[in-house]
């Protein structure tokens, strides 16, 4: 196969740090990108504290992240890379279009937003453009994040939630139990109740099927996720 271009100006020697806790994701995005860049050089890390480890040992470039892994997630991750590594351009992975995720990610820190969706061409593009100093977000999800900071669509109740929170409630309505979460996210099954306790307070929600319901309306996991 031969290798797409790479855009006239953009450097041709970049060092890539691939972090996915699917091991199926990292070795599709390494294939993606030895096809298309061959003189970058990619590793891998199979969650955030291997990544943090990687990145005392030796230096980066470019750190792709999934916004959503077990333990630290990745907007954790972006918070801690971002303090210990101010240079290292990070650009977030998320199977999430919904603009809160984005926008989080943005205020945390980030370099740019894109899906597990997009192109090829599409995350070449990102790669090149933050590290060039720029910001990459695509068209579509920049039209709704401005048309959220503007108030043409009002804050959905779910804003007001933590971080934290809000990975607790998506993993709930993903169908995990709270001993699973807990676990994943390396917190007590009594913190993850007070979590769905809180989490259902702000929304207004009466029971935990309500919960799911209102998680999937929203955007908030795919619809395939849910038990």
């Given at each position: 196969?031969?290798?797409?271009?790479?855009?006239?100006?953009?450097?041709?020697?970049?060092r890539i740090l691939l972090v996915?806790?699917?091991?199926?994701?990292?070795?599709?995005?390494?294939?993606?990108?030895?096809?298309?860049?061959?003189?970058?050089?990619?590793?891998?890390?199979?969650?955030?504290?291997?990544?943090?480890?990687?990145?005392?040992?030796?230096?980066?470039?470019?750190?792709?992240?999934?916004?959503?892994?077990?333990?630290?997630?990745?907007?954790?991750?972006?918070?801690?890379?971002?303090?210990?590594?101010?240079?290292?351009?990070?650009?977030?992975?998320?199977?999430?279009?919904?603009e809160l995720y984005a926008m989080?990610?943005?205020?945390?820190?980030?370099?740019?937003?894109?899906?597990?969706?997009?192109?090829?061409?599409?995350?070449?593009?990102?790669?090149?453009?933050?590290?060039?100093?720029?910001?990459?977000?695509?068209?579509?999800?920049?039209?709704?994040?401005?048309?959220?900071l503007n108030g043409a669509s009002?804050?959905?109740?779910?804003?007001?939630?933590?971080?934290?929170?809000?990975?607790?409630?998506?993993?709930?309505?993903?169908?995990?139990?709270?001993?699973?979460?807990?676990?994943?996210?390396?917190?007590?099954?009594?913190?993850?109740?007070?979590?769905?306790?809180?989490?259902?307070?702000?929304?207004?929600?009466?029971?935990?099927?309500?919960?799911?319901?209102?998680?999937?309306?929203?955007?908030?996991?795919?619809?395939?996720?849910?038990?």
């Amino acid at each position: 196969m031969n290798a797409m271009p790479i855009p006239k100006g953009n450097p041709t020697s970049l060092r890539i740090l691939l972090v996915d806790d699917h091991a199926i994701v990292r070795e599709g995005l390494k294939r993606m990108l030895e096809a298309t860049a061959p003189q970058w050089t990619t590793d891998e890390a199979a969650h955030g504290h291997e990544a943090l480890a990687r990145l005392h040992e030796q230096g980066y470039d470019v750190a792709i992240v999934d916004i959503s892994m077990p333990g630290m997630s990745g907007l954790e991750f972006l918070r801690r890379a971002r303090a210990d590594f101010p240079l290292l351009r990070v650009l977030m992975l998320s199977i999430h279009t919904e603009e809160l995720y984005a926008m989080r990610a943005f205020k945390g820190g980030a370099n740019g937003y894109v899906t597990k969706d997009s192109t090829t061409r599409e995350l070449v593009d990102a790669i090149c453009k933050v590290v060039a100093g720029g910001i990459y977000v695509s068209v579509g999800l920049a039209e709704r994040m401005v048309r959220t900071l503007n108030g043409a669509s009002g804050d959905p109740n779910h804003a007001q939630l933590s971080d934290r929170e809000l990975e607790v409630l998506r993993r709930l309505a993903g169908g995990s139990r709270p001993s699973e979460i807990g676990a994943a996210l390396h917190i007590s099954t009594k913190t993850v109740s007070t979590h769905k306790t809180r989490i259902m307070e702000r929304l207004l929600l009466p029971n935990t099927a309500a919960l799911i319901r209102y998680a999937v309306e929203q955007g908030l996991v795919p619809r395939q996720e849910k038990a």
